[in-house]
């Protein structure tokens, strides 16, 4: 697994922020998240060491994980970045947004149907940005497409979209010390409905307030991705880490 974080820094942009990881772990080191900077490992993909073989030499690229991919203050950046991925097919690069309506206006001039070397993976944590969002990632032209819902905030109703343009429907709750509940009654109805589509189901992860059957679990942050791997409700999953 490798991440690449071309540049750092983010605004929340909707309910699902409301406890961003990165703006948790920047609060420790007394780091402003909503200033995006370029990192330092912006050309990562396309660096070599000193025997001119890559420093990245295969699998998939966990990319802009620290920030949005489509955040406004990259635009500038962006092109570039696009062009290391075009360059290094041999990798795969997966990245994640909630910025569903930047995703067209800022396609490279040579993408056409999509790269096959990129996932764009669209987030959704309620129904009201279900509703919103999904309308328009369904129409974009992005060879791999995955949902993501997480932090799931509330029971989601995924049904319209669930068709062969989605590779993967990935679930799980918040993590941190104010996290709010993920219900396990919510995730067990995004399940039926991939199962229902025979859309691959992946049940990433428990969160901090894990409510089953009427009781809400503290769940250690060490135990929430273990706890659902134990609950063995994944469906066709395909890992992202080993992924295409």
């Known amino acids: 697994m490798t991440l690449w974080n071309p540049w750092h820094g983010c605004h929340k942009y909707s309910a699902g922020c409301a406890n961003c990881y990165v703006y948790r772990m920047d609060e420790r080191y007394g780091r402003d998240s909503s200033v995006v900077k370029k990192t330092k490992d912006f050309a990562l993909p396309v660096k070599k060491k000193k025997d001119g ?24 950046w962006r092109k570039e970045a696009w062009s290391f991925m075009k360059q290094r097919s041999d990798l795969h690069f997966y990245m994640i947004t909630k910025r569903v309506e930047r995703i067209l206006p800022n396609l490279p001039d040579d993408w056409q149907s999509g790269y096959e070397n990129v996932t764009i993976c669209a987030t959704i944590e309620n129904q009201i940005e279900a509703e919103r969002r999904l309308p328009v990632y369904m129409e974009l032209p992005i060879r791999h497409k995955e949902l993501i819902c997480e932090p799931l905030l509330e029971d989601i109703d995924l049904t319209l979209w669930l068709d062969e343009r989605i590779e993967q429907v990935t679930a799980g709750g918040e993590s941190g010390d104010e996290a709010r509940m993920c219900d396990y009654a919510w995730i067990l109805h995004l399940r039926e409905q991939c199962l229902n589509k025979k859309i691959p189901f992946y049940f990433k992860q428990t969160g901090a307030r894990f409510v089953k059957d009427g009781i809400c679990y503290h769940i250690p942050r060490k135990q929430q991705l273990t706890q659902a791997r134990k609950a063995n409700i994944d469906y066709l999953a395909v890992y992202p880490n080993f992924k295409k």
């Open 53 to 76: 073989s890559w420093k990245i030499q295969e699998g998939v690229v966990y990319t802009c994980f620290s920030s949005d991919f489509f955040v406004e203050e990259a635009d500038a």
